[in-house]
């Protein structure tokens, strides 16, 4: 008792001396600040990393730009690379690198990379794949989905992203065509996108295609809360605080969010339900779920439980969505904005797809150069994700003349290589002849390097960490495209490359503000 006695004493003391006395508190607090600042500058382990010195100091430098500005950071990393080369430190504890040569040395199957804490805890979903850390917790974790997304399994699957498909063209061409009403590609696509994965991924389809005129609320929502990834990833007492809170409060004070919260029940419910057997919508498929695929894998019972699922379906329809419906708005926009594009791509699908009614397999639309071309442009100039993938390794990596020390954050963004300009000339113009074979040999194009131009397609990222769903991803591309520009006949409506340059960074890449989004009429 005495000694509580004391300590509390002592504290009473402490804070008496500092209440007591402002000009001393103020003096202390500066002292604190200053030492933080020399030591940040001067004796970091990072602080032989080039940049500018404010940004080494706080991470105020970054706030200005993502959330005063609003998700302006990682353009201005393209001036600060400018200034400083190739290396630079961006915060106080982050390393960022542009160079597309380097790329594959980050992103990489070789070496146990982890990602950072802090940079995915924003999305509040930890137990998912996407969200894990370590790289051998992934690894394990990744191993269970991955047969669900090979390559033989989408071939077997493709007849239910052609039904979509379909199913789109069909409003398309019944509530849009000559109407002069304006659809929105986004949404349009979004609702696609969403009910391919969320059939495909676990046997129950939403019906989003069936919303009018495309608005679905739980995808409206997904949008809005992008605005807020800045604010939760740098205040992250906003995450806690959420967290602790009634989800029907939270709904209150961010309208919206019930959609997504009623989603997230959803999801939760499906698992109980296929973990108790109440649950058998996958015997009306002709294969399991991401749940069934996890539940019967040799994972330990751990990695089973409801939540950790739970996380792991939310992750995969919110990354499946987002990601598609963005390249598939982009993409149709560059279609339509060049009439020549446009002329090439139905010549080819015309002839590639005869029978209206008979459609071509994946396979065949694999296979026509066109097509894909325009595929792997769009997914270029979109992006995939455009914020920084930052990684921490347990042993040193060396850039050049530059170490960065064990447990030191580093990065790239694939912005910065899909828009190199020695990599792709006039890296801002969609031009899909960049990525077809020569006509006389068959080779396909290189880099400056020698190397394959496709090894800077990086749209999906590399490594062990790349997209799990990158081959359902390209063929819901193709399809989607094959059905759109074999079927319609599209005009952009009041639309025009301010509605989709990459203007600021909410993880995924945002136009501007004022920008509608894409919206054509069906003629």
Not at 41 to 46: A, H, R
Not at 224 to 232: D, G, K, P
Not at 359 to 368: A, K, S, Y
Not at 456 to 464: A, L
Request: one cysteine or more.
């Amino acid at each position: 008792m005495d000694s509580i006695t004391t300590a509390s004493s002592q504290v009473k003391g402490f804070l008496g001396l500092f209440l007591g006395s402002p000009f001393k508190f103020a003096l202390t607090l500066l002292g604190l600040l200053l030492w933080t600042a020399i030591h940040r500058l001067y004796f970091s382990s990072i602080s032989h990393i080039p940049g500018p010195k404010l940004a080494a100091i706080t991470q105020l430098y970054e706030i200005y730009y993502d959330v005063y500005l609003g998700g302006k950071f990682t353009l201005h990393l393209e001036s600060l690379h400018k200034q400083y080369g190739p290396i630079i430190r961006i915060n106080p504890w982050e390393i960022h690198i542009n160079d597309p040569h380097f790329y594959d040395e980050i992103y990489t199957t070789v070496r146990p990379f982890n990602k950072v804490f802090e940079h995915i805890s924003w999305v509040n979903l930890f137990t998912a794949g996407l969200a894990t850390v370590p790289h051998s917790l992934h690894k394990m974790r990744r191993s269970a989905i991955s047969p669900l997304f090979s390559k033989q399994q989408i071939y077997i699957l493709q007849s239910e992203i052609q039904d979509r498909a379909a199913k789109l063209c069909n409003r398309f061409l019944y509530e849009y065509k000559s109407t002069g009403k304006a659809v929105s590609l986004e949404r349009a696509f979004g609702c696609y996108a969403t009910d391919v994965v969320t059939h495909y991924t676990f046997a129950r389809e939403y019906k989003y295609l069936d919303f009018p005129d495309f608005i679905a609320p739980t995808l409206e929502t997904a949008r809005m809360f992008a605005a807020l990834i800045h604010v939760i990833r740098l205040f992250p007492v906003f995450r806690i605080i959420s967290q602790n809170m009634p989800n029907r409060l939270v709904a209150f004070m961010v309208p919206g969010l019930g959609h997504f919260f009623a989603f997230q029940d959803d999801m939760f419910r499906q698992v109980t339900d296929i973990i108790s057997g109440r649950n058998q919508d996958h015997v009306n498929v002709s294969h399991k779920t991401i749940f069934h695929e996890v539940l019967s894998s040799n994972l330990p019972p751990r990695e089973k439980l409801v939540p950790r699922l739970a996380d792991e379906g939310m992750v995969l329809v919110l990354a499946g969505f987002e990601t598609t419906r963005s390249v598939l708005t982009n993409t149709c926009f560059y279609i339509l904005n060049d009439k020549e594009v446009c002329r090439k791509l139905k010549a080819e699908l015309a002839a590639a797809w005869p029978d209206i009614e008979n459609p071509p397999t994946l396979q065949e639309l694999e296979r026509l150069p066109y097509l894909t071309a325009i595929i792997q442009e769009g997914l270029r100039l979109s992006l995939g994700v455009s914020f920084r993938l930052p990684r921490t390794s347990p042993t040193p990596i060396q850039y050049g003349s530059y170490t960065i020390p064990p447990g030191a954050i580093f990065s790239m963004c694939q912005y910065f290589v899909a828009t190199n300009s020695t990599i792709f000339p006039s890296p801002k113009t969609f031009d899909p002849t960049r990525w077809l074979a020569d006509p006389i040999t068959g080779e396909m194009p290189l880099a400056p390097d020698g190397k394959l131009l496709s090894r800077y397609q990086v749209s999906f990222s590399r490594g062990t960490r790349s997209c799990v769903g990158m081959n359902l991803a390209y063929a819901e591309l193709h399809i989607c495209l094959a059905n759109v520009f074999r079927k319609c006949e599209l005009q952009l409506f009041e639309t025009t490359v301010k509605d989709i340059e990459f203007n600021r960074d909410y993880f995924l890449p945002r136009a501007h503000p004022d920008s509608k989004g894409v919206r054509a009429l069906v003629v």
